[in-house]
DNA sequence: AATGAATGAGGATTCATTCAT
DNA sequence: TATGAATGAATCCTCATTCAT
């Protein structure tokens, strides 16, 4: 399953996001940069790809391939709904670097600079046409849940996908805030954040 | 109330958001771009602002500031809690270009570019110190409705101020996508979304 | 017999020498600088100059006049050359400034900026066409200490005034020296340079 | 002993000194003319040097160092102090072009522009502290001179070392002014130049 | 006469990309 | 295949000068 990758290609890739996440803007990484990180040859680079662009674009894909594995194999040894987000908001908190990786591989899809239609692009490739990324997962979490039970209307799991969505995606964002940075208020808020959640799912399935 | 913006200040903000709406990527945008759509000379611009950063971080905090203001006005205008978050969700599908405006500008909050320390900056000057940018006004709107009602604890505050925030985020996430364009669709999802901040908000009154 | 400034006119020589004596770079003064350190608008120094350049030739042409005229009343004081060299020689180390300035306009006599140009017109204009800036007051010198005796050859006279010249010009670089800052060094140096001149003048007569 | 210069190098002080020779302004040389001049691309010059004002002033710091060595490798040839000083006249008179730029550098130790800085650095960075550039290597000659006979006292050599410095150097400017361009009047101020100093020698060490 | 806001030409510098080795 | 020296297009910013007030 999992793409094997050249060994430069994986150097690219992994000095592009230690970059990254050592605080570089990505929109004025240089060349040189990545490929002295890379410990590679500026030219060896453009052997593998076609421009900066892509470079960038295809580290920031390639992590997100990365985490999202990772998280699904998790999530599926947790058996309830609530141990699932949980597993989730936890690893968050565990892998804040990369999953600021994540938080920007997000942005990068509103935005309109060559990076961004580049990660378009390989959306598109790969045929991952979800509402947003990685809310497939959400999804087949969803579904998942509901096995056995009556499904939904189309747009109640529209709604729900984008429901747990918004709440894991803010959790995301509060994890980066200063006023927010002890274990227990954390601990606090992310049970109610899976309390949301559950509640919320159950709600929807009454509803039917 | 309302700071007052000299001419070829408030004509460089204006193309700097005309350029971006236009689809311009705000990190290649030229200093000629700008003052040539502001019908400016460029040796101007330098007169009312350091650097080309400083006129693009400032044209989105504007923009922030201007939408902010007239949204705040209108939720002023809705007695339930319901119609208030309803107008904000429809303002939202009114003006997506100058909204596309403010998620830009949140994502710039957690970027790393030189424009994004310049949009710190600003709002430390101003002395906006929220948890996210705008959840003040959604704080402000949840004590008005707990107003002679018991008032929930800090930690229960923080919670609901990030579930509607990010509900209300993601609504406008998802009005960028092309699976959810027709208005009966969101229509649907936004009485959802509705109902959802609605019981939320209740049920955590009932918990207290 | 001294030419009137102009108010403005001197305030903008003023300005210039100031700042030049403060460290400025010549070439990188910009007219604001000029303009603001004068206390008048950048427009009304254009009334009464045609561009930058001449400001600042006209600057230091007028600091020359003024220094050389000085220097000529005291030297007149003065009965025996050694004393004349000597007061000259001290009035150096008494005023550093104007004589640095004294030095840069000697420099752009020899530079290829618009600024020399400048000042070569207006050497020109004023009919000073000396074998070196300033070398018309030693000859006089000179001419008054042969009065009453056998005039020297042309070629002699003109060796003697390169001599003197050459001597003086040393002594006020010397001056700049880090090594020759103790006024006791500088004392015996002064009277080396005083005896030098008077001997090699002294010789010159002899021989003819 | 020769440093060895890389090609890239070379081809910019040569484009530097060329440039200089015909007439341009040191402070208005663009990058664009030297690598032009050079025969080279213009970031190609940025891989060698840090700036401009690198470029300029190494370029004539270069040439300071090829004609000193030359001249005193011809110094040397000379035995009698008046061939010294006379060789060394009549080589200023026959490579002009580099003469002026040797003037030029000299003046740029007593201005303020960037370049000037750039090279006083490289003196101190070579640990040349002398009196005056170039002037170590009169002090030699003067040293060569009384080798085997009583040493004045500091005081003195400063003093001579001065005294010939100058006259030197102001034969150079005398080379420059128009009045002086016949060859007979030359010969004629370049004897005196060399009696007058080894007349001074002489009598320095009588006075001892 | 005096001003200074507005201008835009001009130039230093950066950096993605190429290509000879 | 791997390289990095060489390139020059692209862009920010400065500042002399103008001109309407």
Redesign the interface.
């Known amino acids: 399953m999992n793409k094997e990758y050249l060994p430069k290609e994986k150097a690219i890739y992994h000095a592009v996001l230690a970059l990254f996440e050592e ?6 990484l240089t060349v040189a940069e990545i490929t002295g990180r890379a410990g590679i040859g500026k030219g060896t680079a453009y052997e593998y790809f076609s421009g900066k662009e892509e470079m960038i674009a295809k580290a920031f894909f390639y992590n997100g391939e990365m985490v999202c594995e990772q998280l699904y194999e998790g999530i599926c040894k947790k058996s309830s709904l609530y141990d699932k987000i949980n597993y989730v908001l936890l690893e968050m908190e565990r892998q804040i670097p990369r999953m ?1 990786c994540i ?2 591989l997000l ?1 990068m899809l ?5 990076v ?1 239609r580049w990660i378009r692009e390989l959306l598109k490739e790969k045929k991952i046409a979800e ?2 990324p990685a809310s497939g997962m959400i999804r087949k979490v969803l579904l998942d849940e509901l096995k056995g039970k009556k499904i939904p209307s189309e ?2 799991m ?2 729900l996908v ?2 747990i ?3 894991v ?3 995301g ?2 994890l ?2 200063e ?2 940075q002890s274990a227990e ?1 954390r601990e ?2 992310r049970d ?2 899976c309390q ?1 959640v559950c ?2 799912v159950e ?1 929807a399935l009454c509803r039917i």
Chains 1, 2, 3, 4 share one sequence.
């Open positions: 605080g570089a803007d990505i929109n004025n600021d938080f920007r942005h509103s935005e309109n600079s060559s961004s509402e947003a747009e109640t529209t709604y984008f429901s969505y918004s709440r995606f803010c959790y964002m509060m980066k805030n006023k927010y208020q606090n808020i109610l954040v949301g509640r919320e709600e």
